[in-house]
């Protein structure tokens, strides 16, 4: 529903693939773009190198919204 938050827990994860975050992140932002997965996607209970792995892949993808 519209205002709603998606939380993704990364609490016993793994270091974060290419891979997943291919299929994962830019699964969403090819369906529904970026704004879409910056407007709804929290993420909780993560290492902060996970946050700058996923800031630093969402930058390198191309996006056309």
Do not use: C, N, W
């Amino acid at each position: 529903a519209q205002g709603e938050k998606l939380r993704l827990s990364l609490e016993d994860a793994t270091p974060l693939s290419t891979s997943f975050m291919s299929s994962s992140f830019g699964g969403i932002i090819q369906k529904y773009g970026l704004t879409f997965l910056k407007d709804h996607l929290v993420l909780a209970d993560y290492k902060p190198s996970y946050a700058k792995d996923i800031k630093e892949y969402i930058s390198s993808i191309r996006i056309s919204e």
